[in-house]
């Protein structure tokens, strides 16, 4: 649990910068949780929520581990920022191949939340050819599509949803699409802490998550939970933490997404024990 290592790589990247002098603002947050956002702050991080470089008054911008569209990059490199480029290694991949998918001739459809800044970003690199639908019942999906289709993901959602959605896809434009061309872009630290917690389901009788409450990853550990059955409660901050969830529970999980930091898991976790031991 904890950081994934896009994430620990991306705060890494930043902290260091820092440290050695340079005056930073990063291109909206670094990830969705607000106590790592304020302890990049606290050393002197400007966080712009815009993620432009709009009104950035620092000489170095820090594009975040979700990345940042095609003409973001260009607008950095022409206006003559240094660059921190902490794109996580899936996203990048995952750009990668809306570009060359679109270079290629494909419309390409990204099953994912279209507000969500690794998304948004992503359609950024398909020259003009991408399209959002946020989940399995293809809603918003145009009623005509050209005959060559790439499909890729966000890359935090599960294997079992993006299989779903590209069978849907198939069952309900077969006349439409010749050429169907899917690239599996979902990142391994994600999908690996998603059967953890599968597991763990099976196990407990209740289970909290720990991480922002806006972070995608941490919600979809959320929904797997609940989904299993159990009892299932979703926390940013130890505060938030209330004694009676614990009534009638006899075993409890605790799970993180990938952008909580080991202190706040450690933090639940003492509170926890403090409620069991009260509660014996
Ligand atoms: S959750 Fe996966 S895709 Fe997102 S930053 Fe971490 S390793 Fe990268």
Known sequence: MGFCFGVRRAVDMMLEASADGHRVTTLGQVVHNPQVVSDLERVGIVVNERRTTEGVSTDTVAITAHGVSESTVETIEERGFGVIDTTCQFVKRSQLAAMHLAEAGFTIIIFGDPDHPEVKGVVGWCRGRGITIPDESLEGLPAYLPSKVGVISQTTHTPERFAKFVANLMEARIDQITELRVVNVLCNATTS????????AQEVDLMIVVG???????CHLADLSKANGVDTHQVERVSEIEDDWFKGHEKVGVTAGASTPDSSIDAVVTRIEAIAAAQA
């Open 193 to 200: 802490q998603q059967a953890a917690t599968r597991d763990l």
């Open 212 to 218: 922002g409450h806006n972070s995608a990853n941490t």
